[in-house]
């Protein structure tokens, strides 16, 4: 085994082992606390993953108050781990889960968690499962249940929490101005509203977010008062607490809270963090900082959550290093080794030439300028109804038909080059990266042996990260970057979106032969070089982009006038476009990289395909598992 093999090796030992001890030190409060992860199953037999911190301290004769978390839209439970891990170490007991048809939750197969409540104006989606099984449980204090939920998880919290009320003690919706039924008037229960300053989603429908605290509903469940003319109803005042009289002649706190953050970045957020631990602890009264007195004092709340994103991290970083560090190994063996085919003369623009600036700035401009259509096809592209392709839903597909519109562009700009330059200039299959051999020709053994080799080098990233999933056991959530190992009932989907990728990276790296990208120097230090400069050629536009967009969003306060954010929920693809960016630096990094060191498309290829396929299918909603 070569030296730099070792050491990669080693770094990812050291990755392996400190993403463990962070990320179960945090969700355990170091030992004093712990995590369990439930399969429950709802009544028409459809499984709910769930996952519940629970405090030592949390017995039978000291019970708990227990908050009860729903992730929002194509998301995963760990986006709620960021307030888990800092209610768990003040005492309270938390269960997050996936609600139906995301992540590790079953498509529901009937209605007993997807109906609409006529009363409440929302399904449960699982919930109502967590529900029923929270309250057998003796160490919890039921008369200190919260309802919690983020974006369409406030919805269906809500709906939960109203079908309960008398039993759930605090609702608290974070980023959904959804208060249930317009016609409902009970809410038997406290409740508290936060919005970001700068959530995207809510500004997208509301010219501020200050405007959204005016709503009629609002302010009639906010003073009880549901017989007022609206223009006579008083305004809500941001962090004061309201009494109502409810229903049923108790009284009930109200209040409402706007935290300096954004709809997505709640998790990466200290102030929108801090706020969700006051609304809950004041109001439950237990697990309060020292010195805060009301919501001015938030500041004051101490946060340990960011060590176990620094945890998820490390955990990404392990699973790649995992995979650079088998693709060395294997390159070091006799089997393997016979991938790495002799380089073949460039057939580029010369660098520096105005064709090689033309070539370039084509390939940095493509993916940026047809994000937009792109995304915007994943219902008709081109004109072509695609729905029937899909088994995921969401945002995933779009990934996709954005990747199909660059691909049709890349294509372009690579038959322009071949014809007006490639083929004069010694441009052929194997020049392209087609080689299978030295000797010339096609060899389907070479093709079968680099799937394979894509096949374990990816399948020892995955058991990095399935045994890290195992030991934490949880996936992986770094702002709306969410990754986990896949459920069996998605196995169809591997295939599908391993085939849907294949245009996007095939043409890619042919478009990008025209400015020379995996010629020349087949080094470590060649390589890395190699990939940095195609990540930001692939990417580069894209983050800027969405730095722009998020600069705007929390320095502004506003997604801007400008259409192009507003219109066709551009605000949530914008967003989308940081975990787009880290998963397609991987894919890219992979696929430069092996095909560099190759001198041949096929082992970079099948690497990124399959890495891109686990990256897209392993979270978020699906829609079906069989056509």
Request: hydrophobic share 45%.
């Amino acid at each position: 085994m070569k030296k730099s093999t070792r050491i990669l090796a080693l770094v990812t030992a050291l990755l392996f082992a400190l993403s463990l001890v962070l990320i179960i030190g945090i969700d355990t409060n170091w030992g004093k606390a712990e995590l369990t992860n439930m399969t429950l199953v709802t009544p028409d037999g459809d499984e709910i993953s769930a996952l519940m911190w629970r405090p030592l301290s949390a017995t039978p004769e000291n019970p708990a108050p227990c908050v009860l978390y729903c992730h929002g839209g194509n998301d995963m439970k760990e986006q709620g781990s960021s307030y888990a891990v800092e209610l768990v170490r003040r005492g309270y007991v938390v269960v997050a889960w996936d609600y139906s048809n995301c992540a590790r939750s079953d498509i529901a197969t009937g209605t007993s968690e997807t109906a609409s409540n006529p009363v409440t104006g929302a399904p449960t989606m699982g919930g109502e499962t967590v529900w029923n099984t929270i309250k057998t449980f003796n160490f919890i204090d039921h008369g200190k249940i919260v309802t919690a939920g983020h974006s369409m998880g406030g919805q269906y919290s809500m709906g939960l929490a109203m079908k309960h009320q008398q039993e759930v003690f605090l609702q608290v919706t974070l980023g959904m101005n959804f208060w249930g039924a317009a016609d409902n008037q009970q809410r038997d229960f406290n409740f508290a509203n936060v919005l970001g300053d700068s959530d995207e989603s809510t500004l997208a429908r509301n010219p501020s977010i200050a405007k959204v605290f005016e709503n009629e509903q609002l302010r009639r469940i906010f003073f009880g008062d549901y017989t007022s003319e609206a223009d006579q109803l008083p305004s809500i005042e941001i962090g004061q607490r309201y009494t109502v009289t409810g229903t049923d002649g108790k009284e009930y706190h109200r209040a409402g809270y706007i935290p300096d953050s954004c709809h997505a970045y709640y998790l990466v957020d200290n102030d929108a963090i801090r706020t969700m631990v006051y609304a809950i602890t004041s109001e439950v009264g237990l697990g309060l900082d020292e010195g805060v007195n009301s919501w001015a004092d938030v500041n004051k709340i101490s946060l340990v959550w960011q060590i176990k994103d620094l945890g998820y991290i490390l955990m990404l970083a392990a699973t790649v290093c995992a995979m650079f560090t088998m693709a060395s190994f294997l390159f070091s063996t006799p089997s393997f080794g016979k991938l790495q085919l002799k380089a073949q003369p460039s057939v580029s623009f010369k660098k520096g030439t105005w064709q090689w600036w033309v070539c370039l700035a084509v390939l940095c401009l493509l993916p940026l300028v047809l994000y937009r259509p792109g995304i915007l096809a994943s219902r008709s592209f081109l004109g072509i109804n695609v729905n029937s392709l899909w088994l995921l839903g969401g945002t995933n597909n779009s990934y996709i038909s954005w990747q199909w519109m660059v691909s049709i562009g890349m294509l372009a700009l690579f038959l322009v080059y071949h014809f007006v330059w490639g083929r004069k200039h010694g441009g052929n299959a194997a020049a392209y990266g087609f080689a299978s051999s030295d000797r010339g020709g096609f060899s389907l053994g070479y093709v079968c042996k680099s799937f394979v080799f894509g096949l374990l080098t990816v399948g020892c990233g995955y058991l990095v990260f399935g045994l890290i999933s195992s030991y934490t056991q949880q996936g992986m959530h770094i702002a709306t970057f969410m990754f986990n190992t896949i459920k069996f009932n998605r196995t169809l989907c591997i295939l599908m979106y391993f085939l849907f990728q294949i245009p996007y990276f095939l043409t890619s790296s042919l478009a990008m032969k025209s400015v020379g990208i995996g010629d020349g120097d087949d080094s470590v230090k060649g390589a890395l070089k190699t990939v940095v400069l195609g990540t930001l050629i692939s990417l580069g536009g894209l983050f800027l982009l969405w730095l722009f967009f998020v600069l705007v969003l929390n320095l502004g306060n506003t997604i801007t006038s400008v259409g192009y954010f507003k219109n066709d929920r551009m605000y949530i693809y914008t967003i989308a476009i940081l975990p787009l960016a880290i998963g397609m630096t991987i894919a890219n990094a992979l696929n430069i990289y092996m095909s560099k060191k190759t001198h041949s498309i096929w082992p970079g290829l099948f690497t990124a395909l399959l890495w891109g396929s686990w990256m897209i299918i392993s979270c978020g909603g699906m829609t079906k598992y069989l056509y």
